[in-house]
């Protein structure tokens, strides 16, 4: 864990593919706006590329593939404590020209999310043993807290009338994006990882924290930022792309445990089945 905290190089390359590479592909779609897609579509599209790296689901493909563990998880971890305070102040650059929120929502969410996360760090040696005991209970509050969430903005918008005012062919194209997005960042970290001479275990970890978006945080901080907005419309694709996160990275965990993954293949042509 220690030489996982320590690995600094590993941990610029996914904050880097996080907060710089990620938001530059979403200006570039920016001539979508308006044409191929509803501007709310391209401001969630936007916010997408904005949001720090989801942590469990890192971790988990890391280990499946036969990464670094500990160092999967001291960047996905830093890579959320970065982005409570990143997020809200790239979206207020970015989304300024798309009449996006201000920075006014910077300290409701540190409220929401780093003081509930420095307390769970400061109480820990309190409650560590009681929280293993209890594996199970915490883990179902866990998945059940996460549930809530995306229900409450799935009914939201639902009452909203966004899935009316949303088009088949809107939700594809979103998909379409979507999944371009996510093939050009696996291969950009995979590429970046090689470049830069990481090993496979090193790579694989960059790969999967480089390449994820957070959904929990991504629904707390709209909720905070998109208060009164088209808030279905701007999470709509973050949802989408969390689906497709989540089925591509798994096809490439088992590709990369398997050894079925060579050096010089790009990680966007082994994801595919």
């Known amino acids: 864990m220690l030489a996982g905290i320590l690995h600094w190089r590993l941990h610029l390359i996914v904050l880097g593919a996080t907060f710089v590479i990620f938001p530059l ?31 469990q689901s890192s971790v988990v493909f890391t280990s499946i593939a036969g990464g670094n563990v500990p160092a999967a998880l001291c960047s996905a971890s830093l890579s959320s404590v970065v982005g409570m305070v990143v997020t809200p102040l790239l979206v207020g650059l970015l989304l300024q020209a798309e ?15 780093l003081l509930p996360f420095l307390a769970g760090q400061i109480l820990q040696p309190w409650l560590d043993g009681w929280l293993q005991r ?6 179902l509050v866990d998945r059940t807290a996460v549930l809530l969430m995306v229900y409450g903005v799935f009914s939201a918008a639902t009452l909203s009338g966004l899935w009316s005012r949303t088009s088949a062919g809107s939700l594809l194209v979103v998909a379409v994006i979507s999944g371009a997005l996510l093939a050009a960042m696996l291969a950009i970290t995979a590429i970046a990882a090689r470049r830069f001479g990481f090993s496979r275990e090193d790579e694989i970890a960059i790969v999967f924290c480089g390449s994820k978006k957070s959904l929990v945080t991504g629904i707390t901080m709209a909720n905070v930022l998109f208060a009164g907005a088209s808030l279905g ?17 798994a096809t490439l965990a088992r590709r990369y445990a398997l050894g079925q993954f060579a050096r010089g293949v790009p990680a ?6």
């Open 25 to 55: 592909l979403g200006l570039a779609m920016r001539p979508l706006s308006g044409t191929a897609l509803a501007p709310p579509l391209y401001v969630g599209l936007l916010f997408l590329c904005t949001l720090p790296s989801t942590v």
């Open 99 to 113: 009449g996006g929120p201000s920075l006014n929502g910077v300290g409701t969410i540190v409220t929401h999310l």
């Open 134 to 139: 209890h594996r199970r209970v915490v883990g």
């Open 233 to 249: 419309l701007v999470i709509l694709p973050l949802m989408i792309f969390h689906q497709l996160q989540l089925m591509v990275c």
């Open 268 to 273: 966007a042509r082994a994801a595919r089945p």
